[in-house]
C-alpha cells in the first residue's frame, strides 16, 4: 500500500514538477545506455564545474523546457501551461549537474526507459522509483514489529514517513531512496536494542545490513548518516555489542556494509560528486559568525520543507499540517525522553541536537563557495531518527499504559488526515492554482489535467494511507502484546 501511495504521487505530480527531476531524469536514462559519467565541461568557472554532458533520448532531454512555465512560479500558476510531452528517441547532447551522484538510484529507474523511450517511460520510472522507497519502508514496518514492548514506535515510523517522503518516492529523485533506506536502518536498529543480542532475530540484522547497504550508496553524504545511525546502534546496546559481534549473521552484513563504503568512497573520490551548482554568494566580508546565524535562520526551512514543500519549493504543506505534524512529534519526543533510561535518553537528545548541528555546519562550510544552500530533503536521513528514537526508548517505563498506546493512535490517526490534507492541496496547486476554486477537480479553462482522473488519485491515496495507518495501528498493538499486555 505505500507504493500505491507513492504511485498516486506519481501521477498526481505534473512529470519535471519533482525537485530537480528532469537532470535526474536524464542521468537515469544516460546510465543505463553506458554513460557512467559522461564528459566533464572544459570551462573552469566554478558555476559549470558540477556539470557534465551526457546523451539521452531527445524526449526526456526536452523535459527541463517543459516545466519552466511553471517552476519557481507563485503556487496560483497551475500547470496547465505545460506542453504535450512528446519528442523523438534520437539521443542528443545535453548538460547536467547530478551526472556526478552515486550511479546505484539511477540504474536501476533508467531500466523502464529502455523499454518505453517515450512519455510512458517517464512515469514507468517514477513508478520503478516509488518501488524502491517502498520497499525500503516495508522493510522498516517488517522490524516494526520485532520491538517488544515498544508500541509508541509505530508513532515513531509514522512521523518519519512524511507527506515529504512519500511524495519524493514517487517522483524521480534519489533523495526518496535515501530517506526511505534510512528510516528502514533506524527502525532496524531500534529492533536490536529491543532484546537481549543472542536473541536477534537474523531477520532484523538483515534488515539493518541490507538498509545500511542501499543507505550507504544511493547519495553522496549517505555514508555520513550511516555513521550516525552505527553510532546510535552502539550507544544504546551498550555492554551487549560484544556478544551482538560475535553472531554469524552480523558478522556477514557487516562485511558487506564495509565494502560498500569502500564502493562509495572510490566513487567519491572517482566523481567527486560533491561540486554543486552554487547559489547567491554571502556578501563580501561576511563574518563566520554571520554565518552561523544565516545557516541558523535557514534551520525553519530544513523543518517544513522535511513535512512538505512539494515541486521546487514552491507549494508548501498548509499551516494545519505543519502544526499538527510538529506538535505530534513533540509529544512523542517529550515522552520518549521523559520515560527513557539516562543513556536512551541521551541518544533521544543527541539525535536532535546532531540534526541541528550537522547541518548548520555543513551550510556555514559551503556558504562562501555555495551560497546558503540545503533543503530539508538533504538532512532529512538524520532527522527521520529523532521520532523513531524517541518513540522506542519510551518503552522502558510506558510500554504498557493504555495511554501510551492511544497516544500512538491519535498520532497515526491525526498524521493520515494530514498525508492527504497534503496530497489534496497540491493537487489543487497544480490543477487549478491556489487562487482558484476550492474544488481540485473543478473544470476551468487554463486548468491541469493529470493522467489519471484527480476524484481517483485522491480516492486511491486516501485508501492506501488509511490501509498504511491500519498497518501501524496494528503493530503497535502487536508489540506491547509481544510483552504480555492487552491489546486495546
Known amino acids: 500500500m505505500i507504493w500505491v501511495a507513492a504511485a498516486a504521487w506519481s501521477f498526481a505530480s505534473p512529470m519535471g514538477s519533482g525537485p530537480d527531476e528532469p537532470a535526474h531524469l536524464i542521468r537515469a536514462a544516460s546510465l ?18 558540477a556539470y557534465v554532458t551526457v546523451e539521452a533520448p531527445q524526449v526526456f532531454a526536452r523535459l527541463e523546457n517543459d516545466v519552466v512555465c511553471f517552476r519557481y512560479k507563485p503556487p496560483s500558476v497551475p500547470a496547465s501551461c505545460q506542453g504535450t510531452l512528446d ?32 512519455p510512458a517511460g517517464m512515469y514507468l520510472a517514477r513508478l520503478a522509483s516509488g518501488a524502491l522507497s517502498a520497499a525500503m519502508l516495508a522493510l522498516a514496518v517488517v522490524s516494526l514489529r520485532r520491538c517488544r514492548g515498544a508500541p509508541l514506535l509505530a508513532a515513531g515510523l509514522a512521523l518519519a514517513m512524511t507527506p515529504m517522503v512519500l511524495y519524493l518516492a514517487g ?6 531512496l535515501e ?27 538483515g534488515a539493518l545490513g541490507i538498509s545500511t547497504i542501499v543507505l550507504t550508496l544511493t547519495r553522496d553524504l549517505s555514508p555520513l548518516w550511516v555513521g550516525f545511525i552505527g553510532l546510535g546502534l552502539v550507544a544504546l546496546v551498550g555492554r551487549q555489542r560484544r556478544e551482538l559481534l560475535r553472531r554469524r549473521c552480523v558478522k556477514g552484513w557487516l562485511v558487506g556494509c564495509v565494502a560498500a563504503a569502500g564502493v562509495a568512497l572510490g566513487w567519491d573520490l572517482y566523481a567527486d560528486p560533491f561540486l554543486i551548482v552554487p547559489a547567491s554568494p554571502v556578501p563580501r566580508g561576511t ?47 517529550l515522552v520518549g525522553t521523559y520515560a527513557a533510561r539516562r543513556r536512551e535518553a541521551v541518544v533521544a537528545v543527541g539525535t536532535v541536537i546532531a540534526w541541528v548541528v550537522v547541518p548548520t555546519l555543513l551550510i556555514v562550510s559551503q556558504a562562501r563557495s555555495s551560497g546558503i544552500v540545503g533543503q530539508g530533503r538533504d538532512f532529512m536521513a538524520l532527522g527521520v531518527g529523532i521520532p523513531i528514537v524517541a518513540g522506542t526508548v519510551a518503552r522502558v517505563r510506558f510500554a504498557g499504559r493504555t495511554t501510551t498506546r492511544r497516544l500512538a493512535t491519535i498520532v497515526i490517526v491525526a498524521l493520515a488526515f494530514c498525508q492527504v ?31 489519471l482522473p484527480g476524484l481517483v488519485l485522491l480516492f486511491v491515496f486516501s485508501l492506501a494511507i488509511g490501509a498504511v495507518a491500519y498497518i501501524l495501528r496494528r503493530a503497535a498493538a502487536a508489540t506491547a502484546m509481544a510483552e504480555g499486555f492487552d491489546a486495546y
Open 32 to 49: 543505463v545506455r553506458g554513460e557512467l559519467l559522461g564528459t566533464p565541461l572544459a570551462h573552469t568557472v566554478l558555476a559549470t564545474k
Open 87 to 118: 519528442g523523438s528517441s534520437s539521443e542528443v547532447h545535453v548538460d547536467i549537474y547530478v551526472g556526478r551522484y552515486s550511479p546505484l538510484y539511477y540504474s536501476l529507474v533508467g531500466l523502464p526507459t529502455l523499454v518505453a523511450v517515450n
Open 171 to 176: 517522483v524521480v529523485n534519489p533523495s526518496g
Open 179 to 205: 530517506i526511505s533506506s534510512a528510516i528502514s536502518a533506524w527502525v532496524a536498529v531500534m529492533a536490536l536494542t529491543c532484546e537481549p543480542s543472542e536473541t536477534v532475530p537474523a531477520s532484523v540484522v
Open 287 to 333: 563574518s563566520t559568525s554571520q554565518l552561523f546565524v544565516l545557516a541558523l535562520d535557514r534551520l525553519d526551512l530544513l523543518v517544513t520543507s522535511s513535512i512538505g514543500d512539494f515541486g521546487w519549493l514552491g507549494t508548501p504543506s498548509p499551516f494545519a499540517v505543519i502544526v499538527t505534524w510538529l506538535a505530534a512529534l513533540g509529544a512523542v519526543v
Open 421 to 451: 490534507a497534503d496530497f489534496y492541496s497540491t493537487l489543487r496547486r497544480y490543477t487549478v492554482g491556489t487562487t482558484g476554486p476550492l474544488n481540485a477537480f473543478a473544470s476551468t479553462p487554463d486548468a491541469w489535467h493529470p493522467p
